[in-house]
């Protein structure tokens, strides 16, 4: 899985890049499926830094989540839980997502005919 990290307006240290792919890396236990992860930084706003997070997946369109908060590392863990709970929910979308057998449907009732 490629991850590309970016900043706007503004550079990353090594190290914080380092905790941001950690903490992304953590998202491949929710899907097995995903192709990559690109994660944006805007650092327009110093004191309320934007973290902005694209995920592909096979068969799927991209799932987006953007966060706001004090620090770079606080805006990625929450956007993170955003990415994690639409993760979940296709997720559970994938698992129900089961057709009836026709052995199972009931045939038609005679007054139906």
């Known amino acids: 899985?490629?991850?590309?990290?970016?900043?706007?307006?503004g550079h990353l240290s090594p190290g914080t890049q380092d905790k941001i792919t950690e903490k992304v890396e953590g998202l491949r236990r929710f899907f097995d499926r995903m192709t990559a992860m690109h994660v944006t930084v805007d650092l327009e706003h110093r004191e309320q830094?934007?973290?902005?997070?694209?995920?592909s997946?096979?068969?799927?369109?991209?799932?987006?989540?953007?966060?706001?908060a004090d620090n770079v590392i606080a805006a990625v863990?929450?956007?993170?839980?955003?990415?994690?709970?639409?993760?979940?929910?296709?997720?559970?979308k994938l698992k129900e997502h089961r057709a009836t057998p026709h052995k199972h449907l009931e045939p038609p009732l005679p007054e139906e005919l």
């Not at 830094?49 to 995920?55: D, G, I, L, Q, S």
């Not at 997946?57 to 706001?68: G, I, K, M």
Request: proline share 2%; no cysteine; glycine share 2%.
């Open 1 to 9: 899985m490629q991850i590309n990290i970016s900043a706007r307006h």
């Open 49 to 55: 830094p934007t973290v902005e997070v694209k995920v």
């Open 57 to 68: 997946a096979e068969h799927h369109d991209e799932f987006v989540a953007t966060a706001q």
């Open 77 to 92: 863990d929450g956007v993170i839980e955003k990415i994690e709970s639409q993760l979940r929910k296709f997720k559970e």
